[in-house]
């Protein structure tokens, strides 16, 4: 597992993100920026994909790597500390919390949602209601003193 997954953890929305409800971030041109690829990646296969698989597709898409370099160059690409889904754009601006289950899959849910209101009260969804761990995304702006 990379340094970057998280299992039974919500990210929820940092407290300086302008969106009151999950809003799919705009693609501009034939680039799609990093916060409309991880949109796209995790919401068309919720559950299906871990951080470190989603944080290493984007940058590869992003880079043109083939698929059969991409073993190697996962290697190299976690050799070196990366950023986690924390400072992804869906939390920090376009309103989305971020769900890891216990296998450390995948799911995007709106801050306007029932479930995510769910997920923020730090229990899992569903009947078990076992805890999970709640973090935020990373503010956009410092704090001042």
Request: with cysteine; hydrophobic share 35%.
């Amino acid at each position: 597992m990379e340094r970057v997954d998280y299992v039974d953890t919500f990210i929820a929305v940092a407290e300086d993100c302008p969106a009151a409800t999950g809003t799919v971030p705009p693609v501009k041109g034939d680039d799609p920026s990093v916060a409309a690829r991880t949109y796209k990646l995790i919401s068309q296969h919720p559950y299906e994909f871990t951080s470190g698989d989603v944080i290493f597709t984007v940058f590869a898409d992003r880079q043109g790597i083939p698929d059969e370099d991409r073993v190697n160059a996962r290697l190299e690409f976690y050799a070196r500390s990366q950023p986690c889904l924390r400072s992804s754009q869906l939390g920090k601006r376009y309103g989305w919390g971020i769900h890891a289950d216990a296998r450390g899959r995948l799911a995007l849910y709106a801050v306007d949602g029932p479930e995510y209101a769910e997920f923020t009260s730090g229990r899992r969804s569903g009947d078990s209601g076992e805890p999970i761990t709640l973090t935020k995304a990373m503010r956009s702006s410092r704090v001042l003193p």
